[in-house]
Each structure stands twice: as C-alpha cells, then as structure tokens.
C-alpha cells in the first residue's frame, strides 16, 4: 500500500477509536495525529517510503538486518514499541494512537499480495484472503473507502463533542 493510503488508514482507525472508546476531544486530536505517525512507522524498512526518506541512515540499517516487511511488520516490533512508548512516553492518547496506527498499517498490508511477516523471526507470511496490488485500481477505491469513513467518523466524533 502507499503511503497515502496508510495515513488514510491512520486517520480511518485513530478515528474510530476515539470515537468508541469516546476519547475526550483534546486527546483524540492528539491520538488521530499519534496514530498518523504509527502508520507510517512500518515502513522505515523502505528507503522510498515517506518516513524511510525522513530517516535515511536508519532505513538504509533496518532494511539491510531484516529486508521489507519482516521485523517492522511483526507483532514483535508492535509489542517492542509498546514497551517503548509505556516507558518513555507518559501519555496515553499518543501510545494508542501510534499502536492503532501500527496495527491499521498491518492490515492493510496483509490485503496485498505479499504479506507481511507478523511472526517475524518466523518465516510465516500473512495475508488476508482477498488480496490487491499496490497502486492498484483496488487500492483507490480502498482509499476512498477509509477517506468516507474518516469524514464520517470525524463528524460522529464532533457531534458526540457538542
Ligand atoms: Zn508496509
């Protein structure tokens, strides 16, 4: 999947669950933009990706100890970055939201051919049933699904404010 997708997807899933775990307003501003990033983290293993080409040493390092879509799309990684943030980051809207976004940029890797490595170091790909290319004609009309369901969760969210 793109990086456009991605932050869609981001957004799709920070939103939701602010919106039914009815996350106080200031938070959930904080826990959508959080699980922007956590959508985009993954793909630091990718050097052309838009966070690979923000930190392009690190990349370059991921990508050569474990190649695409392995350490940095496991469960593993999501745990380690769970610990991470638990630790380092007293607050709870930005942990979620950089988790939510993680697990939003799994799955919708999972819908591509290739799979992810969610067990990485275990060799085991995983994808969903029903598959697509990325760029594909499919993935637009995925994106426009998530950007639908975005303004529609963002104008739930809003009405629960008022
Ligand atoms: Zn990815």
Excluded: W
């Amino acid at each position: 999947m793109t990086g456009k997708t991605h932050i869609l997807g981001g957004i799709a899933a920070g939103l939701a669950y602010a919106h039914f775990e009815h996350v106080p307003d200031s938070d959930a501003i904080i826990l959508v933009g959080a699980s922007v990033v956590g959508a985009l983290l993954p793909d630091i293993c990718h050097g052309g990706s838009i966070i690979g080409r923000k930190f392009h040493i690190l990349s370059k390092i991921i990508n050569t100890l474990f190649g695409h879509r392995t350490f940095t799309h496991s469960l593993l990684f999501l745990v380690l970055m769970a610990m991470i943030m638990n630790t380092y980051v007293s607050n709870e809207a930005i942990t979620s939201g950089i988790l939510i976004g993680m697990a939003s940029h799994y799955l919708l890797d999972m819908s591509t051919k290739n799979g992810i490595k969610l067990f990485f170091p275990l060799d085991i790909t995983v994808r969903l049933p029903i598959t697509t290319k990325t760029g594909s004609q499919v993935e637009h009309v995925v994106a426009i699904v998530l950007t639908v369901l975005s303004v529609y969760l963002g104008f739930e969210t809003i009405r629960d404010l008022l």
